[in-house]
């Protein structure tokens, strides 16, 4: 890819706003002057992601993550620096220059992870071209998504294609385009045996897979004949791109309606989501035709807290789907259930009603978990005692894995007046299955593995080091340049005849020009680069802000600037409106904040040279008198420095 320019990158960044972007990957709700969410980086239930709209900024707590915009489609979506900037200046419709087309040279160039991407794109045009240009593919394909009823605005919307069916027609292509074999391999597209490839998918109608923000993951693969022979239904091999436990399909098209309507419908397969989202509704998804799994509920809790599962008349399926009811219990979510007529799927039932009667049919059909186990389980045995018993034991145990006590409550309540039994009967043994669950969640990997440190490894842990001292002041003073270096102070000088005055100045300026007088530098690679870069700025007469350096390619930069900018807090102006008591800022006390910086600077450096010397003295077997007077002499000169900078702290004088 050609280089963005860098007004372009400008451009997008000053457009882009990160509230807007991260609101399609998370459920974002007003928090003061700032947005709250659940992190999508990890697994929590209480947010501690948060996005800051005046700074343009993100910060999660729970994994230490932050940044910018680009920062987190870097980490959320495994983009590239210049991909991340073009997604977004897709987003905002901001031209960037094309690109000369890549040769095969540059494509093998790019990551592995990156190729399997391209390569899923370029399929995913090549099978709608061949669905709806081809011959076959509109005889064969279009014909059959008319039949299922498909709008041909819903066909290109979910980008639905079509694999010719001659063997090697989609390989041949992709091939002649330049990609590997080799990665054609891994996201399924073609396969290999005895030294001849073919495709995958050959004669199959085309699902594509997208992640939340569009990009195509891998692919379902619908057979179009009726040889009980061929498996019905192919998907896209897991590879490092995708991970079919943690996808759901339609999630891209469907994240802004489960906002809005703070309620996620979950159905078993693609065709489904595509009618009910034809149907208009639309906040919609599948588990693709797999178990639903607890990455997945986690993904629609990014959203909402609500689900509602749409089964179709298959009892036996029913059955074997309670388990996925638990599991979404066992996060702390709302399940309701809405079981449509024996042999009809949300599928087949959006296409015989209207939009109001798909509707009305749910909201009259939907029950809550209880009810619908009751009446799967209770059916055509509602006498039996037994039956009764082993069925309001089954129902307590899906209680019991709810993690708030009073919504279990609650369901406690609901089970012991539906089946006319004592609460306290139903208490104890929710009390007995509760104690089970808490027991297998002590038994996980992952709270096995955790260790509680010893009395001694935390002294050893929390003992100062003179590498931390030196790494925690340099850390300070890039942090005050960052933060405060366009900012004016007063500061001491002298003046052409040798009398004391003062001077206004930037915090830039100021500290650039310590350093560069006393020839100190920044040890931290990191820091290092940051305060070059500010040197640079100063040497074009710019001085630096911390809105440059989180344009910057380099995230780890990007991440250290909105880690500062991140723990700043606001006050209350209660303080001084109900209490009377005025606080004071380090922005209220700046020339104070940045002398001390440079006094611990500096100290630091001097802490490192006298211990340099003391290592040298450690070795005065090896040293010549002489050699070892100067080192004594230079140990004492640097040890009045520092008495001197512990003494006379703030009073450092441009000379």
């Not at 490839?197 to 594509?208: C, E, I």
């Amino acid at each position: 890819m050609s280089k963005i320019p860098a007004h372009i990158i400008d451009e997008i960044m000053q457009t882009s706003r990160i509230e807007e972007v991260i609101g399609e990957f998370v459920n974002l709700k007003r928090a003061g002057s700032n947005l709250k969410g659940l992190s999508p980086f990890t697994d929590e239930k209480t947010p501690s992601f948060v996005v800051s709209p005046a700074k343009q900024i993100f910060k999660c707590f729970s994994t230490s993550k932050g940044g910018s915009v680009v920062t987190f489609l870097m980490e959320k979506e495994h983009f590239t620096y210049p991909e991340a900037l073009r997604w977004l200046a897709d987003k905002y419709n901001i031209q960037i220059p094309e690109d000369e087309p890549a040769t095969a040279e540059q494509l093998a160039a790019i990551t592995e992870r990156e190729s399997l991407y391209i390569i899923n794109d370029f399929a995913k045009n090549y099978f709608a071209q061949n669905l709806l240009e081809s011959d076959e593919g509109k005889a064969v394909a279009l014909s059959y998504f008319e039949e299922r009823g498909f709008r041909k605005d819903i066909i290109q919307k979910f980008q639905l294609g079509y694999c010719i069916n001659s063997g090697d027609d989609f390989t041949k292509a992709a091939l002649k385009k330049g990609y590997k074999l080799d990665y054609l391999e891994k996201v399924g597209l073609v396969k290999t045996k005895e030294d001849r490839s073919f495709d995958f998918f050959r004669g199959r109608v085309m699902f594509p897979i997208h992640s939340v923000s569009g990009r195509v993951l891998g692919f379902g693969g619908r057979t179009l004949f009726t040889d009980k022979k061929v498996a019905k239904y192919f998907n896209s091999p897991e590879s490092i791109i995708y991970n079919k436990s943690e996808i759901l399909y339609g999630l891209h098209f469907s994240k802004g309606d489960i906002i809005k309507y703070d309620n996620c419908f979950l159905c078993e397969g693609y065709t489904d989501v595509i009618s009910m989202y034809q149907a208009g509704i639309q906040n919609v998804v599948s588990s693709s035709g797999t178990s639903l799994t607890k990455d997945q509920i986690k993904l629609i809790r990014r959203y909402t807290q609500n689900i509602t599962i749409l089964y179709d008349g298959d009892p036996a399926g029913i059955k074997a789907s309670f388990r996925g009811i638990d599991l979404i219990l066992e996060e702390g979510m709302n399940v309701k259930v809405v079981l449509f007529p024996e042999g009809e799927d949300p599928d087949s039932y959006s296409k015989k009603a209207s939009t109001s009667e798909l509707e009305a049919y749910i909201q009259e059909h939907t029950q809550d978990f209880i009810s619908f186990k009751a009446d799967i389980l209770l059916k055509n045995g509602e006498t039996d005692p037994i039956k009764k018993a082993e069925l309001i034991r089954e129902i307590v145990h899906s209680v019991a894995l709810i993690p708030d006590q009073i919504t279990r409550t609650v369901y406690l309540q609901q089970i012991a007046s539906q089946f006319d039994i004592q609460e306290s009967i139903i208490s104890n043994e929710l009390m007995k299955l509760r104690k089970n669950v808490l027991s297998k969640q002590l038994q996980t990997p992952e709270l096995n593995q955790l260790q509680v440190p010893t009395q001694v490894e935390e002294v050893q842990t929390n003992e100062p080091t003179l590498e931390n001292n030196a790494e925690n002041s340099e850390h300070d003073l890039i942090r005050i340049l960052i933060k405060f270096g366009t900012r004016v102070i007063e500061v001491e000088q002298l003046d052409e005849q040798g009398e004391a005055t003062t001077a206004e100045t930037s915090v830039t300026e100021f500290i650039c020009h310590e350093l560069d007088k006393d020839e100190l530098a920044f040890e931290h690679p990191k820091f290092a680069k940051i305060h070059q870069l500010i040197v640079e700025g100063l040497a074009e007469n710019q001085l630096l802000s911390s809105t440059y350096f989180r344009q910057l390619e380099d995230q780890t930069i990007v991440q250290f600037v909105s880690d500062i900018e991140s723990q700043e807090y606001e006050l209350s102006t209660k303080w001084l409106s109900q209490y009377n008591i005025t606080t004071r800022s380090e922005s209220d006390r700046l020339q104070e904040a940045v002398f001390h910086s440079i006094y611990n600077f500096k100290s630091s450096k001097i802490e490192a040279h006298i211990r340099s010397i003391q290592v040298r003295l450690k070795e005065a077997e090896s040293m010549s008198d002489e050699e070892l007077l100067d080192a004594l002499s230079e140990q004492m000169t640097y040890e009045k420095i520092k008495i001197a900078f512990a003494e006379k702290l703030g009073r450092i004088i441009l000379r």
